[in-house]
């Protein structure tokens, strides 16, 4: 069974899901999910933002779903470049898989392309990547971004075409690292550290992420008990979880204890 597989039958043992609420999901049959896996990222400004739905929205009601040339293509790049200096030059694709393939014919054998993630001075990266070249992440609902590949030499870049975007995902990406700025102001170590009492002895903490203090065959069980306490884990235990930007002690307690139980029973 390969990876991919594993995370996807363990996102399966998720109950239907009726509706998601910034950090929270709820299912059809009435229970309720804080979200620590925020599809690895993507959904950390909550399940849609401030205001992405309300650009996706307005998007759509003119029309702008399509691939056509928009001006927001020229301002998404200004951004990203922006806000990472050590970038010359922005191409930007339909969807993260096409960036990556995009990536994968400059990157010689053995290099992995960098993925900057958010707050990324506290991520730790698994493997070691390759300099000049990085996608970063953005925070924003997969099914309404876009991806971008950053390039350090310009010249390289040339040889990239990219992809024509649909205005809205374009739109919604600008969004959210505009959200994703203000954000940052109240998403920070005050906040980071209230999980260390309950959550400490089953992750080590570097900033918002949760690095499992577990193996893989543990992890399993830990998946699980998550769940019926509630929680969504990263369903992958090679990635870390998230802290998500609300909780109260209550849930994390919940989590603890059933954290605690499954290992018990190991």
Not at 91 to 110: C, I, P, T
Not at 191 to 196: A, E, I, P
Not at 218 to 223: G, K, M, S, T, V
């Amino acid at each position: 069974m390969t990876e991919e597989s594993v995370v996807r039958n363990r996102l399966r043992l998720l109950p239907p899901i009726r509706r998601s609420r910034l950090w929270r999901l709820y299912a059809e049959d009435g229970r309720r999910f804080l979200d620590f896996w925020m599809d690895g990222g993507r959904s950390l400004l909550g399940a849609k933002g401030t205001g992405i739905g309300t650009i996706a929205k307005a998007a759509v009601d003119t029309g702008l779903t399509r691939p056509f040339p928009s001006v927001r293509e020229a301002r998404l790049e200004r951004e990203l470049l922006a806000r990472h200096p050590g970038f010359a030059a922005v191409r930007l694709f339909l969807d993260e898989g096409r960036a990556v393939a995009a990536a994968s014919r400059l990157l010689a054998a053995g290099e992995s392309l960098r993925v900057i993630m958010p707050f990324e001075s506290f991520y730790r990266t698994p493997v070691p990547a390759a300099g000049g070249l990085a996608m970063p992440l953005l925070c924003c609902p997969a099914v309404l971004s876009p991806a971008a590949l950053l390039f350090e030499d310009a010249k390289a870049a040339e040889a990239v075409p990219g992809d024509l975007v649909p205005p809205l995902a374009l739109a919604c990406a600008h969004r959210a690292l505009c959200e994703l700025e203000r954000f940052a102001v109240d998403y920070k170590e005050s906040l980071w550290r209230r999980v260390d009492r309950r959550l400490g002895p089953f992750f080590a903490r570097s900033g918002p992420y949760l690095y499992t203090r577990s193996g893989a065959e543990a992890y399993e069980r830990l998946f699980a008990a998550a769940l019926s306490a509630g929680a969504l884990l990263s369903p992958d235990p090679e990635l870390p979880s998230i802290i998500p930007g609300d909780f109260d002690d209550g849930e994390l307690a919940k989590l603890a204890a059933a954290l605690a139980v499954a290992l018990e029973n190991a």
